[in-house]
């Protein structure tokens, strides 16, 4: 499967500063995804993100506040603007799995993310 | 809105006993389902799926069963060990406008007493 690194592990921001997080595969992959998690919550998905195209937000989640890149089929990123102690979460990027929409997905370890 | 949700948020079993985490679903299009397992400080990781012309699937001490007629989704988890302390999510693969996503239930925690 799938090894997914998330930089940073965890970071401490101040209100209205922002932050990009880096996620990349160890290998080539079509689908990305972009979730949050809140303290004790379950994932909600911020926007899917595939290589050569804008990527795709969820109601409730816009592009100036969430903008994602993704140059590459290995690599993505997720900027947190200005940010406020809402944004406080757990950032998760995760890729499709071998099977496609039938195959899962995989996680990397996620970003913590606490605002002052 | 259409939803998966779960049924218990906190599960508490005897070590060695067999758990049962429940969810519901209410996207009667959804056709592939997916259990995860969240440790703490850890992403989500892949327990076992099935797929809608199933009503059954079984793995390595855990066994996943669906019925579409109520539209839920259990994970059964035999001879439950400290090492399944965890949080268990279910997740739905939902096919929309020529692509697909996966929607999240609550989350229930597990909770294995000694």
């Known amino acids: 499967s799938a090894v997914i690194s998330q930089k940073p592990s965890r970071d401490i921001c101040q209100r209205g500063t922002s932050l990009t997080i880096q996620c990349q595969v160890d290998?080539?992959?079509?689908?990305m995804f972009w979730y949050r998690q809140q303290p004790g919550q379950s994932l909600t998905l911020i926007a899917t993100?595939?290589?050569?195209?804008?990527?795709?937000?969820e109601s409730g989640f816009v592009i100036d506040k969430f903008p994602i890149s993704r140059p590459n089929l290995t690599f993505s990123t997720l900027t947190v603007s200005n940010m406020s102690p809402e944004d406080s979460s757990i950032y998760l990027c995760?890729?499709?799995?071998?099977?496609?929409?039938?195959?899962?997905?995989?996680f990397g370890d996620g970003t913590r993310l606490s605002i002052l | 809105g259409e939803s998966v949700g779960l049924h218990l948020p906190t599960l508490s079993v005897q070590e060695g006993d067999n758990s049962i985490i429940n969810c519901a679903y209410s996207?009667?299009?959804?056709?592939?389902f997916i259990w995860y397992k969240q440790e703490s400080g850890k992403g989500p990781q892949f327990i076992i799926d099935?797929?809608?012309?199933?009503d059954k699937r079984q793995g390595q001490r855990v066994t996943v069963l669906l019925n579409k007629t109520v539209k839920h989704l259990s994970l059964q988890i035999a001879a439950t060990q400290p090492g399944d302390s965890a949080v268990y999510f279910c997740?739905?693969?939902?096919?929309?406008?020529?692509?697909?996503?996966?929607?999240f239930g609550t989350g229930t925690r597990l909770k294995v007493l000694a």
């Open positions: 995760s890729v499709e799995g071998a099977g496609g929409p039938l195959g899962g997905q995989h």
């Open positions: 290998s080539q992959v079509t689908m």
């Open positions: 993100a595939n290589q050569g195209s804008e990527a795709t937000y």
């Open positions: 996207n009667s299009a959804s056709d592939y």
């Open positions: 099935i797929r809608s012309n199933m």
């Open positions: 997740a739905e693969n939902r096919v929309t406008s020529g692509t697909y996503k996966y929607i």
